[in-house]
T-cell receptor, first 114, second 111 residues
Framework: GEEVAQTPKHLVRGEGQKAKLYCAPIKGHSYVFWYQQVLKNEFKFLISFQNENVFDETGMPKERFSAKCLPNSPCSLEIQATKLEDSAVYFC????????????FGPGTRLTVL | GQQVMQIPQYQHVQEGEDFTTYCNSS?????IQWYKQRPGGHPVFLIQLVKSGEVKKQKRLTFQFGEAKKNSSLHITATQTTDVGTYFCAYLTGTASKLTFGTGTRLQVTL
């Protein structure tokens, strides 16, 4: 597709529950990025993929967060045992190359942890 | 990555007035990008600057990269209500090309 698609739009979980978010990058884009935007507008980089390979995972809280980009499937970001501080909007972005000019962002998934 | 500060945090203008947001880094940047995020929306790429002293224009928007490549600005001439949103500067780091965002400037425009 011509746009980055993310599902679901909203997700509500009780503390300790699992959350799984999905992202379909723009067709032909090899790079996928996940960012977390918290209420004060701060963006935090989580992880990036080159096709199905992890490219950079320096932003991932590895004990509870995991992500995958498998061939012919949407990419996913999973949070095991959610915490209150995981409440945020999670954006997926894609680009044609690692040094590509721009990243195209999806509409985001708003995760609320109660 | 190093934090990039933007000022002001918030600005409220009357339609037709000009607006400027500034982006400041403590270290030299190889590139700077600007994104606009409408309320409830997602970041949308506006422009990338890579050269020292570079100035680019898009209709009413003027983007500048400082001579020392440590600061950048976005100036909007004669704001319109459609300019409402938060403007972020950001830069790509290394081969991983992850974006590090500035703190953002929220613009409110009223009639």
């Amino acid at each position: 597709g011509e746009e980055v698609a993310q599902t679901p739009k909203h997700l509500v979980r009780g503390e300790g529950q699992k959350a799984k978010l999905y992202c379909a990058p723009i067709k032909g884009h090899s790079y996928v990025f996940w960012y977390q935007q918290v209420l004060k507008n701060e963006f935090k980089f989580l992880i990036s993929f080159q096709n199905e390979n992890v490219f950079d995972e320096t932003g991932m809280p590895k004990e509870r967060f995991s992500a995958k980009c498998l061939p012919n499937s949407p990419c996913s970001l999973e949070i095991q045992a959610t915490k209150l501080e995981d409440s945020a909007v999670y954006f997926c972005a894609s680009s044609q190359s690692a040094t590509g000019r721009e990243q195209f962002f999806g509409p985001g998934t708003r995760l609320t942890v109660l | 990555g190093q934090q990039v500060m933007q000022i002001p945090q918030y600005q409220h203008v009357q339609e037709g007035e000009d607006f400027t947001t500034y982006c400041n880094s403590s270290t030299t940047l190889s590139n700077i990008q600007w994104y606009k995020q409408r309320p409830g929306g997602h970041p949308v790429f506006l422009i990338q600057l890579v050269k020292s002293g570079e100035v680019k224009k898009q209709k009413r928007l003027t983007f500048q990269f400082g001579e020392a490549k440590k600061n950048s600005s976005l100036h909007i001439t004669a704001t319109q209500t459609t300019d409402v949103g938060t403007y972020f500067c950001a830069y790509l780091t290394g081969t991983a090309s992850k974006l590090t965002f500035g703190t953002g400037t929220r613009l409110q425009v009223t009639l």
